[in-house]
């Protein structure tokens, strides 16, 4: 299993918040040789997500602690539905439970509300991706967690791509062809160019400037349509701004190849899953 670097240090972030001291109370109450067996039980209709770095939590704490997983992130479950098992030394299992849970909550529920907005584009040619709008160091987890759920990830940094945002455009004069020109001769051949507009006028400014991509940022589904059919094939279109479940699928019946939605990392609601441990 590899998870990446980030992700390594943001679990013995986790487990100093929680264990810097250690847990007293399972030292005080629990042999230190008593066995215990645990079930982590998904509660709530949903799509699973974090089982690999729950797996990780549980090595770090103790690698005499045994996980199981019995189901791929990406799942669909059923409430109630045991996902995982863990075996081990009982204060282990009782010290890696909080982190466990706190990661397969908020991962499960980001998978779990990104399958939601992904339904509601059956049929459509639009796709869903993430955005930059994530979590403070929980970025590689919580954009995997929007793949778990059927959606697309956008830029994972400020080095993945060239996106000309309005505050790139005011330093600038808000001159869109010249910024795109100015950003082709900067940047390898091999990076794509989008560039935020907000009108039909920024529109056409992005196709003369020969933008890859085209974002169409808060814009009415009237002037989504006119600038769907005024860009035709010369670039792709992506729909931004207060996407919700209520307006996704109307957005997406405007013929936007994309539709960007910060609401599924910033937004998402924690699945309820427990650790129960048998009697």
Known sequence: MYLPQSTQRLIELALAEDLSGGDITSASTIPADLLAHARVVVKADGIVAGLDVAAAVCAAVDPALQWQALVLDGAHVTAPTVVARLAGPARSVLMAERTVLNFMQRLSGIATLTARYVRELNGTQARLVDTRKTTPGWRALEKAAVRAGGGDNHRFNLSDGILIKDNHLALGGHDVAGAIRRARSYAPHTVKIEVEVEDLAGVQAALDGAADIIMLDNMSLEMMRAAVALVGDRAITEASGGITLA?????????????????????????DISLDIAS
């Open 247 to 271: 307006s996704i699928r109307t957005v997406a019946e405007t013929g936007v190849k994309l539709i960007s939605c910060g609401a599924l990392t910033h937004s998402a609601v924690s699945l």
